[in-house]
């Protein structure tokens, strides 16, 4: 049987006395595409920022291709990892943000090419061919020696997934991509991520786009206040929800 | 409607020509500042105790420059260990760890909430505290010393006390500045598993210069007229030298208008340096720089790249040089 490409059991976090997870399992099969629905305030994004251990969960077990996250697990208790190795880790997961968070003091070559040279120490003409290589990809070669305050919100988010990719991660989590677009920029995000995943990239999208959910998504997982209501094929799960929850909320974003 | 919409397109209504409103309470102020500059400048020219001659005999005399030269000197030193030392404190009092923390606070309360005099004095005095000064094992033998009057010269004295003084200051304007860059980036650059060292130095450091260049421009202004307070400790830098002089010739009212344009010179240069260095560190900034005054000139001098404006919503070039990229 072939190990998911991430697995999560009964994930809980707290801040302070507020519980935002409360028993978040699910799993992603290399090559799916999990889009994860619901209110804000429902856990969406903070169940995305634990993948990549931004958050530290409480308790519950998270994998990431059959490796826990954030922890080691030796003669039955867990040790916390030592920074060089959570990074690693964290090398293998892209992540896209809602408000892109390209680094507005690099070009967009620059911004795609430093990670991979500083992180992983990769030789910079390697990859800078490859970044601009992924900077064509998205459609934006013409823009390598732009600063990101020169582009539009859509052609930013297309950097920062460049940015994600030149990494060459086995996962890409996107959190929100298009909420901070212009509506008519969002089509041109959602084409670069549609694309994306039909070349097989494994993805977890939190999204409000319920078309991109239906087309591109695998998996839609609808969550309300920390747990997960409903989950299933998209198709299904929008064509006829069982919850009233997810009724009452897809009523109102269709 | 369509009638004065095929007027519109026809005649073109006429260029505004109004008359301007009339501003008389400007033009007695001005003529009350131009009365008092005139009177100024006679009073500069006729008045023989500002004593001009004494003043140029004495610009480029052998222990001013040398004391100009320590003056540079001593602001140097001071601030490279104010600058060292502010970025360590800084990145401590921003630790998790509440001794660390802790430690950075008490010494910025410290050196910050006593007089950068009363410090240069202290220093000065410090063998009438610790005799020897040594180097060992804490409460152990000591493998290194030697006496304290010899070791703490009148020079170290004030780039001690200086150099400390500004480190305390320096802290709070790093840590204003490390604090101005948004969150987002220090995810961002988590997200791609960088390091706190690496995110630092490659993403949250050149951001904060933006905001730091500009105090650290003024501090470096600041320190080359408070290394003046280093007379008390009998260094001779700038002041000292004109001090030294005037107390033998009683000279001095020439010799403090020397030493003063000597600091208003010296601050001039900085503050060009600091104009060039704040333009490198806007890179990527969402504000439009102005030209420089050397592209302004080119400006004035109407080349025809030069000469057009740039619109006011446009995006900023990079570098330098906005009017030539787009041109």
């Known amino acids: 049987m072939p190990v998911p490409m991430l697995l999560a059991e009964g994930v809980h976090k707290r801040y302070g006395h507020l519980e935002v997870l409360k028993g978040i399992s699910l799993e992603v099969e290399a090559s799916q595409v999990l889009c994860l629905l619901g209110p804000s305030g429902s856990g969406k994004s903070t169940f995305l920022r634990c993948i990549n251990h931004l958050e530290k969960i409480n308790s519950g077990r998270l994998w990431v291709d059959g490796t826990l996250v954030g922890y080691a697990e030796r003669n039955g208790r867990l040790h916390e990892l030592p920074e060089r190795e959570v990074c690693r880790r964290r090398t293998q997961i892209g992540m896209v943000f809602q ?20 992180v992983k120490g990769e030789a910079r003409p390697v990859v800078t061919e490859r970044a601009r290589r992924l900077l064509d990809r998205v459609g934006l070669s013409s823009k390598v020696d732009a600063y990101p305050n020169q582009l539009s919100g859509g052609q930013q988010q297309r950097v920062a997934i460049a940015r994600a990719l030149a990494m060459e991660p086995k996962l890409m989590l996107f959190d929100e991509p298009t909420s901070a677009l212009d509506p008519e920029l969002v089509g041109e995000v959602l084409d670069v991520m549609r694309d994306l995943a039909s070349d097989g ?18 998996t839609l997982v609808f969550m309300d206040g920390g747990v997960v209501l409903e989950e299933g094929p998209p198709r299904e799960v929008i064509a ?9 909320f897809l009523s109102k974003v269709l | 409607m369509t009638v004065t919409e095929v007027d519109h397109d ?9 008359v301007p409103v009339r501003h008389p309470g400007r033009w007695v102020a001005t003529a009350v500042l131009l009365v008092l500059l005139a009177m100024l400048a006679h009073s500069l020219v006729t008045n023989p105790n500002f004593g001009w001659s004494v003043v140029g005999t004495y610009f480029f005399a052998g222990p001013v420059v040398r004391g100009l030269v320590l003056t540079l000197e001593l602001t140097a030193a001071a601030m490279v260990i104010g600058v060292v030392l502010g970025v360590c404190l800084a990145i401590l009092r921003l630790s998790p760890n509440p001794i ?13 909430g006593t007089p950068v005099f009363v410090q240069i004095l202290f220093w000065y005095n410090i063998a009438a505290l610790f005799p020897h000064i040594g180097l060992g094992v804490p409460f152990g033998p000591q493998v290194l010393h030697g006496n304290a009057n010899a070791l703490v010269t009148s ?25 101005s860059v948004d969150h987002g980036q220090v995810e961002a650059a988590q997200s791609l598993g960088m390091r706190r060292i690496q995110l630092m130095r490659r993403v949250v450091l050149p951001q904060a210069m933006r905001v730091i260049v500009p105090p650290t421009g003024n501090e470096t202004i600041s320190m080359l007229k408070t290394t003046s307070l280093a007379s008390v400790a009998a260094v001779t830098e700038l002041l000292y030298s004109a001090q030294q002089i005037y107390a033998r010739t009683y000279q001095t009212i020439p010799l403090l208008i020397m030493a003063s344009i000597w600091y208003l010179v010296l601050t001039t240069v900085l503050t060009v340096g600091q104009y060039y260095v704040e333009r490198h560190y806007a890179r990527g900034a969402s504000y439009a720089l102005p030209p420089t005054p050397f592209q302004r000139l080119q400006g004035m001098l109407g080349s025809r790249s030069a000469r057009r404006r740039v619109p006011p919503g446009d995006v900023p070039g990079p570098l330098s040089d906005p009017l030539r990229r787009q041109g």
């Open chain 1, 99 to 118: 408000r892109f968070n390209l680094f507005p003091h690099l070009t967009v070559l620059e911004n795609v090419v430093t990670a991979p040279v500083v």
């Open chain 1, 201 to 218: 990239m494994t993805m977890v999208v939190v999204t409000h786009e319920i078309g991109f959910a239906r087309e591109v998504g695998d």
């Open chain 1, 240 to 248: 006829s929800p069982r919850h009233e929850r997810t009724r009452s």
């Open chain 2, 10 to 18: 026809r005649h073109r209504p006429e260029e505004i020509r109004a």
């Open chain 2, 100 to 112: 660390l923390s802790g430690s950075a606070w008490c010494y910025i309360w410290f050196f910050r």
């Open chain 2, 155 to 179: 020079i170290v004295a004030a780039i001690l006390a200086l150099g400390l003084n500004e480190a305390a200051y320096y802290a709070e304007i790093v840590r204003a500045g490390i604090l």
